[in-house]
């Protein structure tokens, strides 16, 4: 007659602890399909405004001093706003109350055109008188106590000219560099385009500027109705009313062979730099 083993009984300290393993795994499993479950939520909320129309409303409405400004830029922040109108005068008006905060009179009578180059904080205008100013403007922010202060500043104009007979310009493109070199460029009234530019040297031993100006011109099939330069003054990209992209690469201003493709029949407005 064969003889039974003894059954052993699971302690109850391990039946508590095989309780908790298994809680503990599920919660931890629960726990990670609810946190996809959230940022498939999270992703859902993000991107649904995108399936939905587009809506464009006034958040504030400022009166601006003087004639209609043609070319604005404003601070990070979107507390000021600087803006360059006909009359040559770059205003700053404070966009919480629309108070004038800086009124300068950038000493070249009125201007012609006006443009905000593209990634620059430069507001360029063309003149009546053939030539092309650039006002540097700047926001310095600072604080007092918890209050962030900005303080809108603009440094000296750089003009330059570009048709020596002083015709009106119309179609223009300018930019000015960090290191003061600047660069622009302007179809005359006789169809040629002129380049100006501007370099700066700096003397190691005496910290003394010096600048010097340098002017180019080439000639255009066609009269341009817009004209960019990008920011690092090595591309000029311009466009006709027959729908022609025309472009040139800049060698210290000095622009090279003509390249020219069609955008279609219809005439080209406005031009961008990438």
């Known amino acids: ?14 039946l508590i602890a095989d309780r908790a393993a298994r809680w503990i795994v599920s919660a931890g499993g629960i726990a990670i399909i609810v946190s996809i479950l959230g940022i498939l939520a999270f992703i859902l909320v ?36 600087a ?41 360029a205008g063309a003149t009546r008188d053939g030539r092309v100013v650039l006002a540097p403007v700047s926001f310095d922010v600072s604080f007092d106590g918890q209050t962030q202060v900005v303080t809108p500043s603009m440094a000296e104009p750089v003009i330059l000219e570009l048709d020596p007979r002083r015709r009106p310009l119309e179609v223009f493109a300018a930019q000015l ?3 003061g070199s600047a660069t622009a460029a302007a179809q005359l009234s006789d169809g040629i385009l002129a380049v100006v530019r501007r370099s700066t040297q700096e003397n190691m031993m005496t910290g003394e500027t010096t600048a010097a100006l ?5 000639q255009v099939p066609q009269r341009l109705t817009a004209l960019v330069m990008d920011a690092d003054q090595k591309s000029l990209h311009g466009g006709s009313a027959k729908g022609e992209i025309f472009s040139w690469t800049l060698a210290d ?15 080209v407005t406005v031009t961008t730099s990438g």
Not at 88 to 117: K, Q
Not at 214 to 218: G, H, L, P, S, V
């Open 1 to 14: 007659m064969s003889q039974r083993k003894p059954v052993r009984e699971t302690s109850r300290r391990r």
């Open 46 to 81: 993000e991107v649904w405004p995108l399936a939905m129309g587009a809506h464009v409303r006034f958040a504030r409405q400022v009166q601006l001093p003087g004639p209609a400004a043609g070319a604005l830029v404003s601070d990070e922040h979107r507390t000021h706003v």
């Open 83 to 123: 803006v360059l109108a006909a009359d040559g005068h770059v205003r700053v008006v404070r966009v919480r109350d629309g108070r004038l905060i800086l009124d300068t009179d950038l000493g070249v009578g009125e201007l012609s055109a006006m443009a905000l180059p593209p990634g620059s904080r430069a507001l």
């Open 177 to 179: 560099g960090e290191d």
């Open 214 to 218: 340098e002017r180019y011109e080439a």
């Open 253 to 267: 201003g000095q622009p090279g062979a003509i390249k020219a493709a069609s955008a279609g029949p219809s005439a």
